[in-house]
């Protein structure tokens, strides 16, 4: 079971351009401590990714608090114009990083992602998109977007991402409300994918979104936490909102939900960040402990929390 240890950290809203939510956390491995990139929005409630880095042993210890966004916002057109999300971070050979990221465009009724590629030269302090174009954008497979990738590269070298694809909306309440289900692909550098027809996780009678798939491989299998919602309400009904759930695979492509595995779940108590939601987790490991980075209420508006597994 995982145990859950309390909230590492939520924006205090001193600082401009994190004004409020720490959503998507992600941890990256420091030799020294940990740090965890995460969302956070400006006045105008665009997202840009910037970072925290804590102690290891107890990561309710801040060690530092960035003062800026690592990536900014792309220019007039482009499809990270109005928010930039970090999904996930590759260290390459030559000591660059790269940054899988979301690109926001608002629309008319709602709003349209798209996958960008960013790379840093200083160690994840800054980062720049390598192309003005998105890597994956809507098309025959992602009707409507593509987004959140999480990125893992196999032993033959082989690029892996699962993702999140929109494929419809329906108006709900007024409100067109998006319709996203978990996809797969390949690639040979990591810029040009191949899309699978096996969805990764489909929809069914609960599962009407699928929210950052967290991949790792372990034993031989591949593993993926991940949240989901139905489409109505989720916002102001905890039964139908965001709840985290575990799947495997024996080859990245065709994936069992075990959800019943996951070991985690919202709290019961009214008053703690995880009521209403839990959501956007993030699977890492040290010194042989597993550890679960992960959203609450308000898709991160409540800051991010972690939990240790516990057998």
Not at 240 to 259: C, H
Request: net charge negative; charged share 25%.
């Amino acid at each position: 079971m995982w145990v859950k240890k309390g909230v590492i950290y939520k924006p205090d809203g001193s600082m401009p351009h994190s004004l409020s939510h720490a959503q998507v956390p992600y941890a990256y491995k420091h030799k020294d401590f940990l740090r965890i990139y995460f969302s956070t929005r400006d006045a105008s409630t665009q997202s840009r990714p910037t970072f925290i880095d804590v102690d290891y042993d107890d990561p309710k210890k801040i060690l530092y608090i960035h003062d800026k966004p690592v990536l900014e916002l792309g220019g007039p057109g482009e499809y990270d114009e109005t928010g930039a999300m970090p999904a996930w971070f590759v260290d390459r050979p030559n000591g660059d990083i790269w940054l899988y990221y979301t690109g926001w465009n608002r629309t008319h009724n709602s709003y349209r992602l798209s996958m960008g590629l960013a790379e840093s030269l200083d160690g994840g302090l800054t980062f720049k998109k390598k192309f003005v174009g998105p890597i994956m954008d809507r098309s025959i497979q992602n009707p409507l977007w593509a987004a959140q990738p999480s990125v893992l590269i196999d032993e033959d070298g082989t690029w892996r991402m699962w993702y999140i694809s929109g494929h419809k909306c329906e108006w709900i309440h007024d409100y067109p409300e998006p319709y996203y289900r978990a996809q797969s692909a390949t690639s040979k550098d990591g810029i040009h994918w191949e899309i699978s027809d096996i969805p990764t996780l489909d929809f069914d009678d609960f599962l009407h979104a699928v929210g950052r798939p967290s991949v790792f491989k372990e034993d031989g299998l591949y593993k993926m936490y991940y949240s989901y919602r139905h489409s109505r309400d989720y916002r102001t009904d905890r039964n139908q909102s965001y709840r985290l759930g575990y799947a495997e695979s024996v080859d990245g492509t065709n994936w069992e939900r075990k959800d019943h595995l996951v070991g985690i779940a919202k709290s019961d108590n009214p008053e703690d960040f995880d009521y209403e939601m839990i959501d956007y987790a993030n699977f890492y490991q040290h010194n042989g402990k597993r550890y679960l980075l992960y959203n609450g209420n308000g898709f991160g508006a409540a800051g991010f929390a972690y939990a240790v597994w516990e057998d």
